[in-house]
């Protein structure tokens, strides 16, 4: 059997973690072999590299030096995760890949678009996700949601991009959207806006459905 190659992506407080685990319990439980990973990171390199990109102290990192560690860490965990979890056919549920570039970096930032195209098609050699569900909530409540999750767990950072400010993570939603609707086929957009239960059911029916139509 072939992998599957399974992304969430969405902004800030849009649930994908939660979502991500109850999706990987759920096809545990139905016997398929799943690999859980996530970016930046997913290796021990990878996990170095988020550390540097992650730290409110990197706060003076240039823009184009920040797009090359998400591109450097992407490309370590692709080759030594993703590809070789595809090849043993797992499906492998990924926490934010190439889309998050375009999105934050693209988008947010207002890094030009066809740079980052360019150096993705290098990173990844065109490998697409062959899901790509997208996790769709306005910028001031996943910010709200997010802000509540740090200020009541103990995190591993307070997360440099939870301070960007609204108008940022507004940017970044809208370029999700709109990478949505350029490719229908590869993306399917989830109102996050739900409770984690409704929006649970949705996943499971989408990748319950692509998982029947690869088999
Ligand atoms: P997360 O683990 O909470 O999703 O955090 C990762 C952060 O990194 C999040 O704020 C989005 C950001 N990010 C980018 O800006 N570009 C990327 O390519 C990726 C993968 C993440």
Redesign the pocket.
């Known amino acids: 059997m072939k992998g599957v190659f399974v992304t969430f992506e969405g902004i ?1 407080g849009s649930g ?1 973690s939660t979502q991500i685990g109850l999706l990987a319990d759920y096809l545990t439980a139905s016997g398929r072999p799943v690999t859980l990973t ?3 990171g997913g290796t021990p390199i990878g996990d170095q590299v988020r550390k540097i ?2 730290d409110p102290a990197s706060k003076g990192l240039d823009p184009v030096a920040e797009l090359l560690l ?1 591109a450097a860490s992407r490309a370590q965990h692709l080759r030594e995760v993703i590809l070789p979890a595809l090849e043993k056919g797992r499906v492998v549920l990924c ?2 890949f190439s889309d ?2 375009l999105a ?2 693209g988008h947010g930032r207002g890094l030009d678009i066809d740079m980052i195209r360019a150096l993705d098609r290098i990173v990844t050699g065109g490998r697409r996700p062959d899901l790509t569900i997208l996790l769709d909530i306005g910028a001031a409540a996943g910010l709200a949601r997010a802000r509540g999750r740090n200020s009541s767990r103990e995190l591993e950072h307070e ?1 440099r ?1 939870e301070n960007e400010e609204t108008a940022f993570h507004h940017r970044v939603r809208e370029g999700y959207l709109a990478l949505a609707k350029e490719q229908p086929e590869r993306f399917r957009v989830v109102d996050a806006s739900r409770s984690p239960d409704e929006v649970g059911r949705e996943i499971r029916e989408i990748v319950d459905d692509m998982l029947r139509m690869s088999n």
């Open positions: 800030e994908k996530r970016e930046p990109l992650l998400y926490d934010r998050a570039t934050y970096q997360g991009f």
